[in-house]
């Protein structure tokens, strides 16, 4: 199969088994072909190659050392009809201590390409619909699902993911909605719920 590189802003990904026809389409750089057959090319030499696999035989280059996990301890009562933003009480990682987790939000210390995701569960009621979101600030809803809830018994899992520009200081919150009628809680599962990241990609 013949993989094309469309463009890479940065420079920062590792191509194997490109055609000769493929070009970097970096500015400066346009039409220099970038990668042959059977050949894997690094085009930023301070950049370890990292794989993670898009399709046979085509990788790219990530900066590992730049994410950050955490999660809530315990189950969160969430009022109805209302968006309430969910306060991490615990890191599960801080790669390289590159993030602060404060005021219920995580930080970002340097600007760049982020990828954001959070997974919930809420407590089994039929009733109502349930929801989750991301901001930026307090204010900026940068994505946002809801969906009935799960009939009978069975809890209600959500999980959001987003790709954003943050500048340097910039807050991330979670945010949990539902509409039963009554409080209802998060649950609190290890490695399930409350749970998000963030990943600096660029």
């Not at 946002?144 to 910039?170: F, H, P, R, S, W």
């Given at each position: 199969?013949?993989?094309?590189?469309?463009?890479?802003?940065?420079?920062?990904?590792?191509?194997?088994?490109?055609?000769?026809?493929?070009?970097?389409?970096?500015?400066?750089?346009?039409?220099?072909?970038?990668?042959?057959?059977?050949?894997?090319?690094?085009?930023?030499?301070?950049?370890?190659?990292?794989?993670?696999?898009?399709?046979?035989?085509?990788?790219?280059?990530?900066?590992?050392?730049?994410?950050?996990?955490?999660?809530?301890?315990?189950?969160?009562?969430?009022?109805?009809?209302?968006?309430?933003?969910?306060?991490?009480?615990?890191?599960?990682?801080?790669?390289a201590a590159d993030y602060w987790?404060?005021?219920?939000?995580?930080?970002?210390?340097?600007?760049?390409?982020?990828?954001?995701?959070?997974?919930?569960?809420?407590?089994?009621?039929?009733?109502?619909?349930?929801?989750?979101?991301?901001?930026?600030n307090g204010s900026a809803v940068?994505?946002?699902?809801?969906?009935?809830?799960?009939?009978?018994?069975?809890?209600?899992?959500?999980?959001?993911?987003?790709?954003?520009?943050?500048?340097?200081?910039?807050?991330?919150?979670?945010?949990?909605?539902?509409?039963?009628?009554?409080?209802?809680?998060?649950?609190?599962?290890?490695?399930?719920?409350?749970?998000?990241?963030?990943?600096?990609?660029?």
């Open positions: 199969m013949d993989v094309t590189l469309n463009w890479d802003a940065d420079g920062n990904v590792s191509t194997t088994g490109m055609t000769a026809a493929t070009t970097d389409r970096r500015p400066g750089n346009e039409g220099r072909l970038i990668g042959a057959v059977g050949a894997q090319q690094s085009m930023d030499a301070h950049y370890q190659p990292v794989p993670y696999a898009l399709a046979a035989g085509t990788f790219i280059n990530a900066a590992p050392d730049q994410g950050v996990g955490v999660y809530v301890n315990a189950a969160l009562s969430i009022n109805n009809a209302t968006w309430a933003t969910l306060s991490p009480t615990t890191e599960r990682w801080d790669a987790v404060s005021s219920s939000a995580l930080i970002a210390k340097s600007a760049g390409l982020y990828l954001i995701v959070g997974n919930i569960s809420f407590a089994a009621n039929v009733t109502g619909t349930r929801g989750i979101r991301i901001t930026v940068i994505a946002q699902k809801t969906q009935n809830a799960v009939g009978g018994t069975d809890t209600t899992e959500m999980n959001i993911a987003t790709l954003y520009l943050l500048a340097t200081n910039d807050a991330v919150r979670i945010q949990a909605y539902q509409s039963s009628g009554g409080a209802l809680n998060v649950l609190s599962t290890a490695n399930i719920s409350p749970e998000w990241r963030m990943v600096r990609l660029q």
